[in-house]
């Protein structure tokens, strides 16, 4: 056990009920040519989160912590696709549709792959969510539940979309989630703001923020 520097108050870390959730670093999000990009943003904004999250992956590993990847994305065939997502945004190029690096948020395309640089090690879960929350139509609750899991240590894209999802889930689910913030990042500066204050507010309403140099210091006298 280990105190993390956090806020709303410090973060009781044990690092054998703690698993490392990434949330959706894929190069739909994340890489120019993606999903992302195609709806008009700018992905270096989501890049400044690779680099800290691969240094927490490192230490998770080290510490032979639980790490659990996810990833947004649909069948081939779009029957998992629901038809309220599908027309949303009135988009020219929508999930499913063809781009630069595959089809738009599919299984299997180019797209839907988790960048290099923070590929899943063998053997590390891949959980595949066709919605926003990780816990939705999956079964991540089971893997973590199986395994003990009580406390996630969150990181990935974008900070209000599909982390605070997730986090909101987990909240629900019983699990006390950690978000470190500069390991989670938005196309919208002001929604990242927004979303961590959300999550730490009225006394950790739904968890803990922190940062990489926090949690990995307590991960040392851990
Ligand atoms: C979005 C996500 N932004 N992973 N997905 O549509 O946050």
């Not at 989160?49 to 032979?64: I, S, Y």
């Not at 950690?178 to 927004?194: G, I, K, M, N, T």
């Amino acid at each position: 056990m280990a105190s993390v520097d956090a806020q709303p108050y410090e973060f009781e870390l044990a690092p054998r009920t703690c698993a490392l959730t990434v949330i959706d670093m894929q190069r739909d999000f994340v890489d120019p040519g993606g999903f992302g990009e195609a709806l008009g943003n700018d992905v270096s904004l989501l890049r400044r989160a690779v680099a800290p999250t691969r240094k927490v992956l490192d230490a998770a590993r080290a510490r032979d912590l639980l790490v659990v990847h996810t990833r947004e994305g649909h069948r081939a065939d779009l029957s998992d696709l629901p038809r309220a997502k599908k027309l949303r945004g009135r988009l020219k190029t929508g999930i499913g549709d063809p781009g630069p690096l595959g089809r738009s948020l599919l299984r299997g395309e180019r797209g839907h792959h988790i960048i290099d640089e923070l590929k899943p090690a063998p053997g590390e879960p891949v959980v595949d969510k066709p919605g926003k929350g990780a816990f939705h139509a999956t079964d991540l609750d089971s893997l973590l539940r199986n395994r003990g899991v009580e406390q996630l240590v969150v990181c990935g894209v974008t900070t209000e979309v599909c982390v605070s999802t997730t986090v909101r889930e987990a909240n629900d689910r019983g699990y006390d989630c950690l978000v470190l913030e500069d390991c989670v990042a938005s196309y919208f500066p002001e929604f990242q703001v927004a979303a961590l204050a959300m999550i730490r507010a009225q006394g950790g309403i739904f968890g803990w923020v922190s940062d990489l140099s926090r949690f990995l210091r307590a991960l040392a006298k851990s």
